[in-house]
Each structure stands twice: as structure tokens, then as C-alpha cells.
């Protein structure tokens, strides 16, 4: 069982930037970031494979937000600039075994909430 721990939501204006942290008690596994809005499907936003070499992201994005990760400490990151209304969600970690930036994700965080203000 892998363990995932987010932090960094809160609330921001428009066009400011966060930073989601993503701290994950297995090394290897991919991380990724998916969001889920009110009333809306979960939809992936961006992930990292476990070496860190290969990134992967949802069209929305738009070189917005930028994933990376730190395997000394086992924690991913989702730098968001640029950010929107319309970005505001639940953002969750996932982490998945295959190791591969476009999942499948198999272990989920509890999320953290980011609100962007217009």
C-alpha cells in the first residue's frame, strides 16, 4: 500500500501561481495529478514517471502547470501558473506501480482543494 500525502492548495487570484505537493512513501511508482471540480468528472492533469525522465499532460493545461518530482524525497510537485477560475478543484495525487507517466494510477492521496478567485 503506498501512502500519499498532498499539500500546498489554498486559495489564490487569478493569474497567481501554487505549488501542490505530492509526498509519497514509495520511490519508483509514477505520480500524477488529477483535480475534480463540483458537479465534474476527475480528469487527469499531468503526471511523472518514477525516474522522473518522462512527463505527461491533459490538454488543458496548455504549459501552464509543470510536474516534477524529487526521488530523494519521495515527493512529487505540480507548479501551477497562469491560473484560472476554472481551475478551481479538489486536486489529487496518484501514484501508479507500471512506473508509466500516463498511468494506469492505482493509489490515491485524500486531495487538496485550490480556489482561484476571478
Known amino acids: 500500500q503506498v501512502q500519499l500525502v498532498e499539500s500546498g492548495g489554498g486559495l489564490v487570484q487569478a493569474g497567481g501561481s501554487l505549488r501542490l505537493s505530492c509526498a509519497a512513501s514509495?520511490?519508483?511508482?509514477?505520480l500524477g495529478w488529477f483535480r475534480q471540480a463540483p458537479g465534474k468528472e476527475r480528469e487527469f492533469v499531468a503526471g511523472?514517471?518514477?525516474?522522473?525522465?518522462?512527463?505527461y499532460y491533459g490538454d488543458f493545461v496548455k504549459g501552464r502547470f509543470t510536474i516534477s518530482r524529487d526521488n530523494a524525497k519521495n515527493t512529487a510537485y505540480l507548479q501551477m501558473n497562469s491560473l484560472k477560475a476554472e481551475d478551481t478543484a479538489v486536486y489529487y495525487c496518484?501514484?501508479?506501480?507500471?512506473?508509466?507517466?500516463?498511468?494506469?494510477?492505482?493509489?490515491w492521496g485524500q486531495g487538496t482543494q485550490v480556489t482561484v478567485s476571478s
Open positions: 511523472i514517471s518514477g525516474s522522473g525522465g518522462k512527463t
Open positions: 514509495a520511490r519508483t511508482y509514477a
Open positions: 496518484a501514484a501508479g506501480r507500471s512506473g508509466w507517466e500516463r498511468g494506469p494510477f492505482d493509489y
